[in-house]
C-alpha cells in the first residue's frame, strides 16, 4: 500500500503552524485545565534549563536579583525540579547571591528611613522590580494556549479533544482569554471550555452534598466522592 497522498490529521490541521500547537497537545494528555498543564510545563522547562545551564550567566543574574528570584509557587516548583534532578548546587549558587543581595537591600531600607520621622514612610521598599522570570515564560505560554483555543473549532483535533470531560479551562486563564479575544465567536468557545466543566462538575458537587444526608448515606459512592478537592482548582488555577 503506498502513502502517496496521505496526510495525517495533525498535517492537515490549518492550526498546526500556529505558536503553542505543540504545547496544547501535549497539555491535552493531562485531565485539568489546559492553559495550566501548558503554563506548569513551561515553567518547569524554563527552571531546569537554568538550574542545569544559566545559573551563572551574567545576563540573567541581574534580572534575579531584581525578581528575588521566583513568586512563592516556582520557589517550591524550584526546589522540586532540583531535587529530582539533583540539581541542588544550582539552587545553592543561586540563593547565596540572593540572600546577600537582600540583605544589602534590607540593610539599604533600614538606613533611608533614619530621620524619617514625622513624614510619609515609602512604601514597600523591598518589593521585587522585576516579575519572577518562570511567571514570565508560563504567561507567555498560557497566552499561546489561549489564542489556540480560542481558533479551535469544535470539530476539529484539538477543538474535539478539548472539550472531553477531562478537560477545559480553569477562570483564570477565561479571564485572560476573554480579555484577548479578538470576537465573539473567539470568547464563546473559550466560555464552552469553562462552562462543560462547571456543569459536570457541580452536579458531581450536589451530589456529593445529597450523598451526605443521612436519608441517602446507604447509597453506593462514585466519582462525586473526588468532587470536593476536583473543584477549587477550576475556580483558581493549579498550581505548578
Known sequence: ????????????????????????????????????????????????????????DAELRPRLREAHGFCREHTGLALRVARAAGAGVGIAILYEDLLRVARAEAESAVGATAGRRGRRRVSDPLRPARRCSACA????????????????????????????????????????????????ESA?????????????????????????????????????QTSWWRAPPWIVGRAP
Not at 210 to 219: I, L, P, Q, S
Open 137 to 184: 515564560s508560563a504567561s507567555a505560554t498560557a497566552r499561546n494556549c489561549l489564542a489556540l483555543l480560542a481558533k479551535a473549532a469544535p470539530d476539529s483535533t484539538i477543538g474535539e479533544r478539548a472539550r472531553r470531560a477531562e478537560h477545559g479551562i480553569c477562570l483564570p486563564h477565561l479571564r485572560d482569554g476573554l480579555q484577548a479575544a479578538e470576537d465573539e
Open 188 to 224: 464563546r468557545r473559550l466560555l464552552e471550555l469553562f462552562a462543560h466543566v462547571e456543569e459536570s462538575l457541580r452536579a458531581e458537587l450536589k451530589e456529593f452534598i445529597r450523598k451526605h444526608d443521612y436519608r441517602y448515606a446507604n447509597e453506593p459512592r462514585g466519582d462525586e
Open 1 to 56: 500500500m503506498t502513502n502517496v497522498g496521505r496526510r495525517t490529521k495533525r498535517e492537515v490541521d490549518p492550526l498546526a503552524r500556529e505558536p503553542g500547537y505543540l504545547d496544547v497537545l501535549a497539555s491535552l494528555e493531562d485531565p485539568g485545565c489546559i492553559a495550566c498543564a501548558a503554563a506548569n510545563r513551561a515553567a518547569r522547562a524554563y527552571l531546569e534549563a537554568l538550574l542545569w545551564e544559566s545559573v551563572n
